[in-house]
């Protein structure tokens, strides 16, 4: 049936949804068992089936939709936060554009094209970001005058509106109708839908997912995938896999039939006031992501819920109903039909849970959609369905990718207090820097109380609190955010000169490490290395670890101790994705254990000019370049501790990361800061090893590379040991790349102009065209101006020299700045400083 209140599919108890399955015997076997019938199952199933991949069956344990997917307010966007997650979102508007003449389904979509206003000076500097971000990913996005706003959505009061973007590609559909397109898409091309049949239990052997447990019996499969939505945490929970979700209510309100709306009306958003209005067969629905939102279902999801509603809540609506009828002074004229309260599953970070489960093998996820279900369904399943088929996803998507996610986050007392901040961040202010308020502190450092007398400004990196920088005395250790230079700026400047000029301590405790050792430690370490790893001990290779495409999926350093041990050291937020990465590369015969042993080492970075006489102040050893030249690890003693101390550098200073016991880390770091007091030692935070380490144009994992870019597109070519015995994962991509030339080079920019602020994703251009964006940038205070990494892709093979013979600009916030192009690091480009 029609719901009478919103005109969309509603179904009764028993009532079958348009194409439902008759009556159908489960059966033994199936290749992939897909768990849940909402929109991202179905199109799961309907990719798969495309893509050619046989014996699919999708398992829904009452009817399809009947969970979140039946009450969305059906908004699609075109955009979404990063490149590849807008790359995802124009595939879904692509798909729905076709969708129904494919099927025979009617999907409801159309694009009205949507428009986000802004009320204050800061969140139009915000737009105007995006817009250039967007613009660079290819999408449309048109700066307009409130007036124009106001043309296109005529009930709109534009008395306080600074300004308006109109993104015309953005459209919307019917929910039900688009789940049930793809579904019956699925069905087309071979897949088995079940409905009514719950999956009690997944089966696994021997660390595998081998197939699911039903009341009508056990279908064996080789893939099992859980796209159970707001059930997905609990599924997962039953074979030990944390996808870390929590319901939590979520609400629009539907008028009456009102004057004004058309189908044609745009969708607009309002985010200041936290909301959004979008035609609905006639009436307006006004839908919120307020700033405190209500987790739910914290007991469990009742056994029964299905097309199920929540209580209405007014009191907490009521603030949000208030603002909107000032922006639409109409809706207080018209009634009220429906109050609509239903629950939606959100996450710590705003960003789904999407990708094989590294608990086990063969149990893959897409959950955790955060309110934007419906226009990544179609983006979504794709990818998932790549990602099985093919054992990689199509591109990098490590924003959403469940190897990002840690077992603290799916424990209750964090989780939920995250979600009730995270979905009302989906509309708040997107600040540079912003920082999590709730959960917080679960992962600290052994030396945290100390930095944090010492006037820390903390952040949170995968649950570690980390120091970004030192309040200045007088100064609060909290941010003052804005797109402008925030208070931290002169205290960062000053931590950055210290380093540069003299010495800075760095607390990287939080880095990850990993013992490998064995028989094969090596053979392991050097397939999955592009690197030569086979070096003399007492050696630190950097090195990156390759996808088969030639793709960076991890960029670290690799100690070797003892012929048969190594150490490997990476980022704290690649810590179970790197380790993964190692041990799915180690094969039946290898005699190899990995051990993380990140819990076991403070690491304290000493950095700069100053950094060896501070340290041999306080070591019997000789720590000469000659005795210990850059890119070597020796035990040294400091006090009473044995630390293992590495002439390495991430900020392009002469430096040593001291890697020591947990228990003597306390006596350590207060012996380095006493007596570095005679140096200039000043503690340094991760905003000044930012910015020293884009001026040295370090790259960074995550931002400049990605299993997207190569070693040769990232400049990292140095890196890559062509011709080592045995080769190495991703050689032969390499090769390739090599003989056809690449087409795009990571290369550094500064920007002429003092002022202007790069944070990531600026369009850059040559010559007047678009040719890239800035990957990540900072204010770089020894080179005078903001520097920032990005690729210049130039349409095919082009030498280097050609890259820098041209006009730079980097397009800040809608105004086109001068920049400087440079392929070697503008700030030391011999790297002499790190090496004396
Ligand atoms: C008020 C509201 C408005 C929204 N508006 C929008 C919007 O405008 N645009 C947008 O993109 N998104 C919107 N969303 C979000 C969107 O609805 C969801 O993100 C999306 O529907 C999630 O789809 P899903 O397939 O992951 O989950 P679901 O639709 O919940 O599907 C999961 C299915 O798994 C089944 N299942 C669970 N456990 C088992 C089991 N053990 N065995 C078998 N089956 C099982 C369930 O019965 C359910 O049918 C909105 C959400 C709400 C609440």
């Not at 194409?19 to 015997?25: I, K, P």
């Not at 997107?430 to 930095?451: A, C, K, M, N």
């Not at 390759?546 to 999926?553: D, F, K, T």
């Given at each position: 049936?029609?719901?009478?209140?919103?005109?969309?599919?509603?179904?009764?108890?028993?009532?079958?949804?348009?194409?439902?399955?008759?009556?159908?015997?489960?059966?033994?076997h199936?290749?992939?068992?897909?768990?849940?019938?909402g929109?991202?199952?179905?199109?799961?199933a309907?990719?798969?089936?495309?893509?050619?991949?046989?014996?699919?069956?999708?398992?829904?344990?009452?009817?399809?939709?009947?969970?979140?997917?039946?009450?969305?307010?059906?908004?699609?966007?075109?955009?979404?936060?990063?490149?590849?997650?807008?790359?995802?979102?124009?595939?879904?508007?692509?798909?729905?554009t076709?969708?129904?003449?494919?099927?025979?389904?009617?999907?409801?979509?159309?694009q009205?094209?949507?428009?986000?206003?802004?009320?204050?000076?800061?969140?139009?500097?915000?737009?105007?970001?995006?817009?250039?971000?967007?613009?660079?990913?290819?999408?449309?996005?048109?700066?307009?005058?409130?007036?124009?706003?106001?043309?296109?959505w005529?009930?709109?009061?534009?008395?306080?509106?600074?300004?308006?973007?109109?993104?015309?590609?953005?459209?919307?559909?019917?929910?039900?109708?688009?789940?049930?397109?793809?579904?019956?898409?699925?069905?087309?091309?071979?897949?088995?839908?079940?409905?009514?049949?719950?999956?009690?239990?997944?089966?696994?052997?021997?660390?595998?997912?081998?197939?699911?447990?039903?009341?009508?019996?056990?279908?064996?499969?080789?893939?099992?995938?859980?796209?159970?939505?707001?059930?997905?945490?609990?599924?997962?929970?039953?074979?030990?896999?944390?996808v870390?979700?929590q319901?939590?209510?979520?609400?629009?309100?539907?008028?009456?039939?009102?004057?004004?709306?058309?189908?044609?009306?745009?969708?607009m958003?309002?985010?200041?006031?936290?909301?959004?209005?979008?035609?609905?067969?006639?009436?307006?629905?006004?839908?919120?992501?307020?700033?405190?939102?209500?987790?739910?279902?914290?007991?469990?999801?009742?056994?029964?819920?299905?097309?199920?509603?929540?209580?209405?809540?007014?009191?907490?609506?009521?603030?949000?109903?208030?603002?909107?009828?000032?922006?639409?002074?109409?809706?207080?004229?018209?009634?009220?039909?429906?109050?609509?309260n239903?629950?939606?599953?959100?996450?710590?970070?705003?960003?789904?849970?999407?990708?094989?489960?590294?608990?086990?093998?063969?149990?893959?996820?897409?959950?955790?959609?955060?309110?934007?279900?419906?226009?990544?369904?179609?983006?979504?399943?794709?990818?998932?369905?790549?990602?099985?088929?093919?054992?990689?996803?199509?591109?990098?998507?490590?924003?959403?990718?469940?190897?990002?996610?840690?077992?603290?986050?799916?424990?209750?007392?964090?989780?939920?207090?995250?979600?009730?901040?995270?979905?009302?961040?989906?509309?708040?202010?997107?600040?540079?820097?912003?920082?999590?308020?709730?959960?917080?502190?679960?992962?600290?450092?052994?030396?945290?109380?100390?930095?944090?007398?010492?006037?820390?400004?903390?952040?949170?990196?995968?649950?570690?609190?980390?120091?970004?920088?030192?309040?200045?005395?007088?100064?609060?250790?909290?941010?003052?955010?804005?797109?402008?230079?925030?208070?931290?700026?002169?205290?960062?400047?000053?931590?950055?000169?210290?380093?540069?000029?003299?010495?800075?301590?760095?607390?990287q405790?939080?880095?990850?490490?990993?013992?490998?050792?064995?028989?094969?430690?090596?053979r392991v370490?050097?397939?999955?290395?592009?690197?030569e790893?086979?070096?003399a001990?007492?050696?630190?290779?950097?090195?990156?670890w390759?996808?088969?495409?030639?793709?960076?999926?991890s960029?670290l350093?690799?100690?070797?101790?003892?012929?048969?041990?190594?150490?490997?050291?990476?980022?704290?937020?690649?810590?179970?994705?790197?380790?993964?990465?190692?041990?799915?590369?180690?094969?039946?015969?290898?005699?190899?254990?990995v051990?993380?042993?990140?819990?076991?080492?403070?690491?304290?970075?000493?950095?700069?000019?100053?950094?060896?006489?501070?340290?041999?102040?306080?070591?019997?050893?000789?720590?000469?370049?000659?005795?210990?030249?850059?890119?070597?690890?020796?035990?040294?003693?400091?006090?009473?501790?044995?630390?293992?101390?590495?002439?390495?550098?991430?900020?392009?200073?002469?430096?040593?990361?001291?890697?020591?016991?947990?228990?003597?880390?306390?006596?350590?770091?207060?012996?380095?800061?006493?007596?570095?007091?005679?140096y200039?030692?000043?503690?340094?935070?991760?905003?000044?090893?930012?910015?020293?380490?884009?001026?040295?144009?370090?790259?960074?994992?995550?931002?400049?590379?990605?299993p997207?870019?190569?070693?040769?597109?990232?400049?990292?070519?140095?890196?890559?040991?062509?011709?080592?015995?045995?080769?190495?994962?991703?050689r032969?991509?390499?090769?390739r790349q090599?003989?056809?030339?690449i087409?795009?080079?990571?290369?550094?920019?500064?920007?002429?102009?003092?002022?202007?602020?790069?944070?990531?994703?600026?369009?850059?251009?040559?010559?007047?065209?678009?040719?890239?964006?800035?990957?990540?940038?900072m204010?770089g205070?020894?080179?005078?101006?903001?520097?920032?990494?990005?690729?210049?892709?130039?349409?095919?093979?082009?030498?280097?020299?050609?890259?820098?013979?041209?006009?730079?600009?980097?397009?800040?916030?809608?105004?086109?700045?001068?920049?400087?192009?440079?392929?070697?690091?503008?700030?030391?480009?011999?790297?002499?400083?790190?090496?004396?």
């Open positions: 049936m029609v719901c009478v209140s919103c005109s969309r599919w509603r179904l009764e108890p028993g009532e079958m949804p348009p194409n439902s399955s008759a009556v159908m015997s489960l059966p033994a199936a290749r992939i068992v897909i768990v849940g019938g929109i991202i199952g179905c199109s799961t309907y990719h798969l089936t495309r893509m050619g991949v046989r014996d699919v069956l999708l398992l829904e344990r009452k009817q399809l939709t009947s969970g979140t997917t039946w009450h969305a307010a059906g908004l699609v966007r075109s955009t979404l936060y990063t490149q590849n997650l807008t790359r995802l979102a124009k595939y879904t508007v692509d798909l729905y076709r969708l129904e003449a494919e099927t025979g389904q009617a999907t409801g979509f159309i009205p094209g949507s428009i986000s206003i802004a009320t204050n000076a800061e969140r139009w500097q915000e737009l105007m970001r995006g817009v250039g971000m967007l613009r660079s990913f290819g999408v449309e996005a048109h700066p307009i005058s409130p007036r124009e706003a106001q043309v296109k005529p009930l709109m009061q534009i008395d306080d509106v600074v300004g308006a973007i109109w993104y015309p590609q953005d459209g919307k559909c019917n929910p039900i109708d688009t789940c049930m397109a793809l579904a019956k898409g699925a069905r087309v091309g071979g897949a088995r839908i079940i409905e009514n049949t719950k999956v009690d239990r997944i089966l696994v052997e021997n660390g595998r997912a081998v197939g699911v447990k039903t009341a009508a019996g056990v279908v064996h499969a080789e893939i099992v995938v859980n796209c159970a939505g707001i059930w997905a945490r609990e599924l997962g929970r039953t074979v030990g896999v944390d870390p979700l319901a939590c209510e979520h609400f629009y309100v539907v008028t009456d039939p009102m004057e004004g709306m058309h189908p044609d009306l745009p969708v958003r309002d985010m200041d006031h936290c909301a959004y209005y979008k035609e609905d067969a006639g009436k307006l629905l006004l839908g919120a992501f307020e700033r405190r939102a209500k987790p739910w279902g914290l007991d469990g999801i009742p056994e029964d819920f299905a097309f199920g509603e929540l209580p209405e809540d007014f009191n907490h609506f009521a603030p949000i109903l208030d603002d909107a009828m000032k922006r639409v002074p109409s809706l207080s004229r018209v009634g009220i039909r429906k109050f609509f239903g629950p939606e599953s959100f996450t710590a970070d705003g960003r789904y849970v999407l990708g094989p489960a590294p608990e086990i093998d063969g149990f893959f996820v897409a959950a955790g959609f955060n309110s934007i279900g419906i226009q990544s369904g179609g983006g979504a399943g794709m990818a998932l369905a790549h990602w099985i088929a093919e054992g990689n996803p199509p591109f990098d998507l490590w924003d959403v990718d469940i190897r990002r996610l840690f077992p603290h986050q799916n424990a209750t007392s964090f989780l939920v207090p995250r979600v009730s901040e995270s979905l009302g961040l989906l509309y708040d202010m997107h600040w540079p820097f912003r920082q999590y308020e709730t959960s917080r502190g679960v992962r600290r450092t052994v030396l945290h109380d100390r930095i944090a007398a010492a006037g820390a400004c903390f952040g949170e990196v995968a649950g570690w609190e980390r120091p970004n920088w030192f309040a200045l005395p007088g100064q609060a250790p909290r941010y003052a955010y804005s797109y402008g230079r925030q208070n931290w700026f002169e205290a960062s400047r000053q931590e950055h000169v210290a380093v540069r000029e003299r010495v800075g301590l760095f607390d405790s939080c880095f990850a490490k990993y013992v490998v050792k064995g028989r094969d430690a090596m370490l050097n397939r999955v290395s592009c690197n790893v086979d070096v001990p007492g050696q630190v290779v950097y090195t990156q390759l996808n088969a495409r030639g793709g960076i999926e960029d350093t690799v100690f070797r101790l003892r012929p048969d041990e190594y150490m490997v050291v990476t980022s704290a937020m690649s810590q179970l994705r790197d380790r993964r990465h190692l041990e799915r590369h180690i094969v039946e015969d290898d005699r190899v254990a051990v993380d042993v990140t819990s076991g080492f403070a690491m304290i970075g000493l950095m700069g000019p100053c950094a060896r006489d501070l340290l041999s102040s306080l070591s019997e050893d000789d720590l000469s370049n000659e005795a210990f030249p850059f890119a070597t690890t020796c035990e040294i003693g400091i006090g009473a501790a044995r630390v293992r101390a590495t002439r390495i550098t991430y900020v392009g200073e002469l430096g040593y990361e001291l890697m020591v016991p947990t228990e003597f880390a306390s006596a350590v770091f207060d012996l380095v800061v006493e007596a570095g007091a005679s200039g030692l000043r503690l340094a935070g991760y905003h000044a090893m930012n910015s020293l380490r884009i001026e040295k144009a370090y790259r960074h994992w995550g931002h400049d590379i990605s997207d870019e190569t070693p040769l597109e990232a400049g990292l070519g140095f890196c890559v040991a062509w011709e080592k015995k045995g080769g190495f994962i991703g032969e991509a390499l090769l090599r003989d056809e030339g087409r795009q080079r990571l290369v550094q920019f500064i920007l002429e102009e003092a002022d202007p602020l790069l944070y990531h994703d600026e369009p850059i251009l040559r010559e007047g065209h678009h040719v890239g964006r800035i990957t990540s940038g204010y205070h020894s080179l005078g101006g903001a520097v920032g990494l990005g690729y210049v892709d130039l349409g095919g093979p082009v030498p280097a020299a050609e890259i820098l013979s041209a006009q730079y600009q980097i397009d800040v916030a809608g105004r086109r700045v001068g920049a400087r192009a440079s392929l070697k690091s503008l700030y030391d480009p011999g790297s002499a400083r790190s090496r004396v």
